[in-house]
């Protein structure tokens, strides 16, 4: 049976579940991934997103997400006025986004110092997303859980390492998906843990020689 | 689980619906009951600001203008005594359910209960009673338990989304829900609880989702009043000892059964029913021209 508070809530800032507090999480999770604040993005809508974007206010909380803002955040209305003072420059635009759900979103992003990040997602009812790809890369990701996101050129012996931190902290793994473009090129890994991954131990991840870039996503 | 059995257990166990609801939770969660209640009170907190917030402004409008000020109008009929004699809960709970689903409109904080689409029936029927009866608001967070345990059961069994079901999924479980909150908080038993929820979505059943222009306004926001008053005349017959005659864990499979068989074009797709309508797709054509702030800026 789903659980109470699947029923009750998620206290939002409205109109809709899926078209508002979906895009807001959606929002944030390509803000952590980034791993800085953005300073440009250019946002697609797909589907039901590009169709009513408008009315449901899904581009204000796609915004309102990149700014870092929660789904009850109600800043989230004036999106637009924060992201001017803050130095973020959004193109919206609708497209086609191929085969996929129908609130389906793909945030090109350039952060503040430079970095970038490729990321598609799809809000899957309830507030409930999925992130489906990371730069090009298939991946499936909830936010649900503590997350460890990591990139690194492919080669024998980094999950082992990265497992192995996990391990020596009693962080137990519930889920783990490692996909690559080819053989010795880019590699992501992403591992869901019963339980949070500290700073500490992000860092001694981020330690492990080779490793390209480590992020963790917390449920809120 | 089945309705049937959690009114049995709440019986033998000598608890409340609510007291259920959390006691499950808390097993479910691995935390104790105290943090599941204080997360309920928080709900109930923000429920309470956004029927004030709801009634506050009535020049407010959503981001489209279509909705915005309904609340305001049956609250002042009810403060000069015009609504019909006797009638009061019923007008409050109307014009609070109004006001939840107008700041939802207008992108203000709601609580999803069990959607946003369907968020102002229960804290608009809640908050009625409660001014009604004077309740403490430990009798509205053991209630909105109990209406919690209600959504769930017809998640499991069936659906309560309206793409998936229509809008008997959304506004009829929200109805429901309301329901077996306003039963229990007006005295009755799990067993009353669970037969007023029944009614309500028996009352819903077959309702199709049909928005105007894709958006969560026309119809959804007068569909909270009025599922709304599908809540209490189900909870009055509930506490009167009427009980649905189809049981009640039969009602939500049905519910489910009738849910698929409602075509995609009343199902959240903006293609039939009102939607389609030629006002209705008047709006969406126009609604499609206006711009956002953006789209001048990209």
Same mark, same amino acid.
């Given at each position: 049976m789903p659980g109470l508070f699947d029923v009750l809530g998620p206290v939002m800032i409205g109109p809709s579940s899926s078209h508002t507090a979906g895009a807001a999480r959606l929002g944030k999770l390509a803000r952590i991934l980034l791993g800085e604040p953005p300073r440009a993005a250019t946002i697609t809508l797909h589907g039901s997103f590009a169709a009513t974007y408008k009315g449901h206010g899904t581009d204000l909380a796609l915004v309102g997400g990149l700014l870092g803002f929660s789904t009850d955040d109600e800043r989230i209305r004036e999106a637009f006025e924060h992201a001017r003072r803050q130095g973020l420059g959004v193109t919206i635009r609708t497209g086609d986004l191929g085969n996929v759900h129908p609130n389906t979103v793909r945030f090109d992003l350039v952060g503040a110092n430079g970095k970038t990040l490729s990321m598609a997602g799809s809000s899957i009812g309830g507030g409930k997303v999925e992130v489906f790809e990371i730069e090009g890369l298939p991946v499936s990701i909830s936010g649900e859980r503590p997350t460890l996101v990591a990139s690194y050129p492919d080669r024998p012996g980094v999950i082992a390492a990265i497992t192995a931190v996990l391990a020596r902290e009693r962080i137990n793994i519930a889920t783990m998906r490692v996909t690559r473009s080819g053989k010795g090129k880019t590699a992501i890994a992403v591992l869901e843990t019963d339980q949070d991954i500290p700073e500490k131990v992000l860092d001694e991840v981020r330690a492990i020689p080779g490793m390209d870039d480590t992020k963790v996503l917390r449920p809120e | 689980m089945l309705l049937s059995e959690l009114a049995a257990r709440a019986k033998s166990e000598g608890v409340s619906l609510g007291q259920m609801a959390v006691r499950l939770e808390s097993i479910e969660a691995g935390v104790p009951a105290e943090v599941i209640t204080a997360k309920v009170r928080s709900m109930l907190k923000v429920m309470k600001e956004a029927v004030e917030e709801g009634l506050r402004d009535p020049a407010r409008r959503s981001r489209s203008g279509l909705s915005g000020g309904d609340a305001a109008k049956v609250a002042r009929r009810l403060t000069l005594g015009k609504c019909f004699p006797g009638n009061d809960l019923l007008a409050r709970a109307i014009s609070y359910s109004l006001a939840v689903s107008e700041v939802n409109a207008c992108m203000g904080k709601i609580v999803a209960a069990p959607t946003a689409g369907s968020c102002g029936i229960v804290p608009g029927t809640f908050f009625a009673l409660k001014e009604a009866l004077s309740l403490e608001d430990e009798a509205l967070v053991d209630a909105l338990c109990a209406a919690g345990l209600v959504g769930q059961v017809i998640a499991e069994k069936a659906t309560l989304s309206g793409a998936e079901g229509g809008c008997q999924a959304e506004c009829g479980s929200a109805a429901a829900m309301a329901a077996c909150g306003l039963t229990q908080m007006g005295g009755g038993t799990p067993e009353d609880c669970i037969h007023a929820a029944a009614l309500a979505l028996k009352g819903l059943m077959g309702l199709v989702c049909d928005p105007v222009a894709g958006l969560v306004e026309i119809p959804c926001v007068k569909r909270n009043a009025t599922s709304s008053a599908v809540a209490i005349a189900s909870a009055e017959m509930a506490l009167s000892g009427v009980r649905s005659f189809i049981p009640p864990d039969e009602v939500i499979s049905a519910m489910a059964q009738v849910g698929r068989s409602i075509p995609e074009s009343l199902r959240e797709t903006s293609r039939g029913g009102l939607a389609a309508t030629e006002t209705g797709r008047s709006v969406a054509s126009k609604f499609? !021209?206006? !711009?956002?702030?953006l789209d001048r800026q990209g």
């Open positions: - | 499609g !021209s206006v !711009s956002s702030t």
